[in-house]
């Protein structure tokens, strides 16, 4: 005797949720070594060591003293239903969960990481700033 303890009708209604629960993520930027960034010294490093080490910046700044500061920036975007209004009944009702109604909500995560390097007039790092929150890169 063979027992179908899920039916089709169950088994459908779950991977339809699965697929509406499941996100989409896209990067921008390439993901900052880690590193790298704790072997940039203060004083010592120049703008060609920078330059080698983490290519081209994405965005270049001058600061009221004459600075140059190199913005290098990764960033994750996780769009939960990818911004679609979708709604779903299940067919059965189910034990914990009860019927399901409108998956459609959207909810976005975004992480960045950021480096910014400050050098002076003659091309040595004289500051650094980064945050990290993507958790690439280490």
Not at 55 to 63: K, Q, R, V
């Amino acid at each position: 005797m063979h027992f179908n303890l899920f039916p089709a009708s169950y088994k459908l209604s779950v991977l339809i949720l699965l697929f509406l629960l499941s996100g989409c993520v896209s990067t921008k930027g390439k993901p900052i070594p880690k590193d790298s960034v704790v072997k940039i010294q203060k004083g010592v490093t120049t703008k060609a060591d920078i330059l080698e080490q983490f290519g081209a910046p994405n965005e270049i700044l001058y600061s009221p003293k004459g600075e140059e500061i190199f913005v290098y920036k990764y960033s994750e975007k996780l769009d939960l239903h990818a911004g679609q209004a979708v709604g779903v009944i299940l067919r059965r009702d189910i034990p914990g969960l009860g019927t399901l109604v409108d998956l459609g909500t959207r909810r976005v995560s975004e992480k960045e990481d950021r480096l910014m390097v400050f050098l002076d007039d003659k091309g040595i790092v004289q500051n650094i700033g980064f945050t990290h929150e993507t958790g690439k890169g280490k």
